[in-house]
């Protein structure tokens, strides 16, 4: 069983609209959560972390986290084509703090 | 702050030889160092926690006399691909934890190519 479930996409969205990625968790004893982006052949780019239930925002992210429905999801305001990349949630709660990835959304954003 | 020097980025070897791939904290000191493996089109998969002073941990399914972890002092740790074989070519990437609001930094990843 997965723990950190994505849906893979591709995800398109036109340049200045929303982009909304969703992730979700089994174990309910997660308590950290990141958001990475990857652009292809690169390494993955924190975006932004969360740890509490609400909304987290930073500039054009906003980062939801809903522990009781065991969810995560990234908004990407005024999306650019820039955005276009894989972005890939993660869990951090190994034992030794390892994170656990997500399979990643493929987003892209069209001019 | 908090960079992780990952070398080398790209690598082509042949089959049956080995492969060294370094990573170095530049500015802080990583007591872990955690390897991932990205096939193309998946996701990171956790391979292997470097722990410094001791034995890696493994996760299941890698296995540990074909990649071997060794984590010496604070700044490096090396991962190598012993024997490789095709199906080991892989992009291989290190991370450590960072803490607070930089979480966990990532090298640059090392593309590895076994013909």
């Known amino acids: 069983q997965k723990e950190v479930e994505q849906n893979s996409g591709p995800l398109s969205v036109p340049e200045g609209a929303i982009a909304s990625l969703n992730c979700t968790y089994s174990d309910r004893g997660s308590q950290s959560f990141f958001w990475y982006r990857q652009y292809s052949g690169k390494s993955p780019e924190l975006i932004m972390f969360?740890?509490?239930?609400g909304d987290k925002e930073d500039g054009r992210f906003t980062a939801q986290l809903n522990k009781a429905s065991q969810y995560v999801s990234l908004l990407i305001r005024d999306s650019q084509p820039s955005d276009s990349a894989t972005y890939l949630c993660a869990d951090g709660r190994g034992s030794a703090r390892q994170l656990t990835f997500g399979s990643g959304t493929q987003l892209t954003v069209l001019p | 702050g908090a960079v992780v020097s990952q070398h080398p980025s790209r690598v082509i070897c042949k089959s049956g030889t080995s492969v060294k791939i370094e990573c170095r904290s530049l500015?802080?000191?990583?007591?872990?160092m955690f390897w991932y493996r990205q096939f193309p089109k998946q996701s990171l998969m956790l391979m292997a926690t470097?722990?410094?002073?001791?034995?890696?941990?493994?996760e299941q399914g890698v296995e540990k006399d074909k990649f071997l972890i060794n984590h010496a002092s604070l700044t490096l740790s090396t991962l190598t691909v012993t024997s490789a074989h095709p199906e080991d070519s892989s992009f291989y990437i290190c991370?450590?934890?960072?803490?607070?609001?930089?979480?966990?930094?990532f090298g640059s990843g090392t593309r590895l190519t076994v013909v």
């Open positions: 991370s450590a934890e960072v803490g607070g609001a930089k979480g966990y930094t």
């Open positions: 500015d802080f000191q990583a007591t872990t």
């Open positions: 470097s722990n410094e002073g001791s034995k890696a941990t493994y």
């Open positions: 969360i740890y509490s239930n």
